[in-house]
């Protein structure tokens, strides 16, 4: 697709600032779980469930959301999901129970990420950018995704200390409403000409294509597994380090780090897309977080251990995102890539969903986080065996159609 230059940078800033707000608002809520959990009876798992059903909510209705992305356009898509997002969040701060917790930063917050997050906002992008920039711009977004988590930690700490845990939610909706904002800069529908030929491939055909592509099942598979590791740790590593007796300040750097080293993670793998095997880069990045959690499981912890933890797992944090949606993008073409993607994000988010929810029932179960670490490790090594025989030949929308 030819775009004028100027029509290329506006989504690319509009993207980036998209991810930075919405992720960075998203990778803090796990510094909130000590007040929380105190405010509403001293139970872990109410928080830990109501963040699992966040990522549940955004999972599930993903693929419709990324469907209507496709057939409307993102601007009106991403416009009315930051307006649910600061809705939730300013409902967040009255809530006195579990189940108003669930509503608000589960299902309202959820639904809200799904329409400003990553499926739609690099569909967008994809829409604009040259196929062969487009590991590149996927990158740069994603790492745009990880300094908002490496500035908002910081901010909804600040906000904590200084206004309470409620002051800070109502803080955080301002930013929400500045995000429906931002989504004026994304692309419109495209209405199609009268008379013009109708597409090469429907969308019912696009999925009979996808459901049929072994490859895309993988995909699927392997990134169930990095929503485990991801919402697993930004939720419960906080807690993890302060039981342990490291102080909440520490707590607060080991989540900005992973932001702040997913920036140079982000934009390094999806570079790398652009010219080694997208499947072979993502073997290996599970590979290498199999690697550093075992070393870490292994090492006396302190902060030193727990600092340079976030240092390497911030370069593996994101780098799936440009790889897993450039693929995705590379094998079935960038027409439907917001619904196809969104399925595989799905899978994401139901992983997200267990590593939240799971450890907190373990942790409370147990008193322990070891087994939920220990299934990290396994689930890992899973992904790195998956991703390998995937196929990244481009198919025939024209021959499936």
């Not at 490859?215 to 597994?225: M, T």
């Not at 600092?307 to 994101?318: E, I, K, P, R």
């Not at 409370?364 to 899973?382: I, K």
Request: positive net charge; glycine residues 12%; hydrophobic residues 55%.
């Amino acid at each position: 697709m030819t775009n004028p230059r100027h029509t290329v940078w506006i989504v690319l800033i509009c993207a980036c600032l998209a991810v930075m707000l919405s992720m960075g608002m998203r990778q803090s809520f796990g510094i909130f779980m000590p007040a929380i959990s105190v405010e509403l009876g001293g139970n872990r798992e109410v928080f830990a469930l109501a963040i699992a059903l966040q990522n549940l909510a955004w999972g599930l209705v993903q693929p419709g959301v990324g469907m209507l992305a496709d057939r409307y356009g993102s601007r009106i898509v991403a416009g009315a999901g930051g307006a649910l997002y600061a809705l939730g969040l300013a409902l967040t701060a009255l809530a006195t129970t579990a189940v108003a917790l669930n509503l608000s930063l589960g299902f309202l917050v959820g639904t809200g990420l799904s329409a400003t997050t990553f499926v739609v906002v690099l569909g967008a992008v994809a829409k604009v950018v040259p196929e062969d920039r487009r590991g590149l711009a996927f990158g740069i977004v994603t790492a745009a995704g990880s300094l908002g988590m490496f500035a908002m930690v910081p901010i909804s700490h600040g906000l904590l200390d200084g206004l309470g845990w409620q002051g800070a939610f109502l803080g955080l909706a301002g930013l929400g409403v500045l995000l429906a904002l931002v989504a004026i800069g994304f692309p419109a529908a495209t209405p199609r000409a009268s008379g013009s030929a109708p597409p090469a491939q429907s969308m019912m055909q696009a999925l009979h294509q996808a459901g049929t592509h072994r490859g895309y099942w993988l995909l699927n598979a392997g990134f169930f597994v990095c929503g485990f590791h991801v919402m697993f740790i930004a939720t419960h590593l906080p807690a993890y380090l302060e039981d342990a007796g490291l102080s909440g300040r520490v707590a607060a750097i080991a989540l900005a780090l992973i932001g702040l080293f997913n920036i140079v993670g982000s934009f390094v793998f999806g570079m790398l897309g652009d010219r080694i095997r997208k499947p072979q880069l993502l073997s290996s990045l599970y590979a290498a977080r199999v690697v550093v959690i075992a070393v870490f499981l292994l090492l006396p912890l302190s902060p030193a251990s727990a600092l340079m933890f976030s240092v390497a797992m911030g370069f593996l944090w994101l780098g799936t995102i440009p790889l897993t949606s450039g693929l995705v993008a590379q094998i079935f073409g960038p027409r439907y890539m917001t619904t196809l993607f969104g399925i595989v994000f799905l899978n994401h988010q139901i992983g997200s969903f267990a590593g939240a929810w799971m450890g907190g029932r373990i942790f409370d179960t147990t008193g322990s986080y070891d087994t939920v670490w220990l299934l990290a490790v396994g689930l890992g090594v899973m992904a790195t065996v998956l991703h390998m025989p995937i196929s990244d030949r481009r198919v025939n929308a024209t021959a499936a159609a």
